[in-house]
């Protein structure tokens, strides 16, 4: 286990609908990114989070928002709902020590209807 | 745009059998190249990964081959074994000293691993 945990596991929506995920990093991590993985395609960089501050954006519109709190949990905020929009959405937490490495929780399977 | 183009999209091995993934990025900034290893279920997790300084990296069973010149990088898995079966994602990012010290990888599309026994 990754320490990583993410909620709700899975999740449907319809159209227009507005939704949180929520994830909790690994204990000592500062860092958080989020991503979104669609059916059979690699993980897509959405943005990151350091320190309550955002760290950098993937290509994806302003609907797309999130949060990191003090105690460096996150949440993804995702508005006005598109079929497009399921996929699965992964939280990754690392530490700012430049080793390189994410780790990743389960992720959430969101499906929009 | 693709940056990192990866195939096969699956691959089928029998048991002991050598897996080979292949991977290939556009960015020449890219200088971290990792793979990683996703179970159902389950995210992604670190498996290997290498710089651009060495040509080849072997941990255990599995050896990343990168050629810089042709941009180009693969994953080797020897004696493949059933518990192997999962995807395989390559990644690349740019090694920088951004606020946070934390690298954004871009991952290529996976390749569905399935080793029969």
């Known amino acids: 286990e990754t320490g990583v945990t993410q909620s709700p596991t899975h999740l449907i929506k319809t159209r227009g609908q507005q939704v949180t995920l929520r994830c909790s990093s690994q204990?000592?991590?500062?860092?958080v990114s989020w991503y979104q993985q669609a059916l059979g395609q690699g993980p897509q960089f959405i943005f990151q989070?350091?320190?309550?501050?955002?760290?950098g954006r993937g290509n994806f519109p302003p609907r797309f928002s999130g949060l990191q709190f003090p105690n460096y949990s996150s949440e993804l905020n995702v508005n006005a709902l598109e079929l497009d929009d399921s996929a699965l959405y992964l939280c990754?937490?690392?530490?700012?020590?430049?080793?390189?490495?994410?780790?990743f929780g389960a992720g959430t399977r969101l499906s929009v209807l | 745009q693709q940056q990192v183009k990866q195939s096969p999209q699956s691959l089928i091995v029998q048991k002991g059998g050598i897996s080979i993934i292949n991977c290939a990025y556009e960015?020449?900034?890219?200088?971290?190249f990792p793979w990683y290893q996703q179970f159902p279920g389950k995210g992604p997790a670190l498996l290997i990964a290498?710089?651009?300084?060495?040509s080849e990296k072997k941990e255990g069973r599995f050896t990343i081959s990168f050629n810089k010149s042709a941009k180009q990088f693969s994953l080797h898995i020897m004696d493949s074994q059933p518990g192997d079966s999962a995807t395989y994602f390559c990644?690349?990012?740019?090694?920088?000293?951004?606020?946070?010290?934390?690298?954004?990888?871009?991952f290529g599309r996976g390749t569905s691993l399935i080793v029969h026994p």
């Open positions: 989070y350091y320190r309550e501050e955002e760290n």
């Open positions: 290498i710089r651009p300084d060495v």
């Open positions: 990644a690349a990012s740019i090694e920088e000293a951004a606020s946070g010290g934390s690298y954004i990888p871009t």
């Open positions: 204990s000592g991590h500062n860092t």
């Open positions: 960015n020449t900034a890219f200088d971290y």
């Open positions: 990754a937490s690392s530490s700012d020590r430049g080793d390189n490495i994410q780790y």
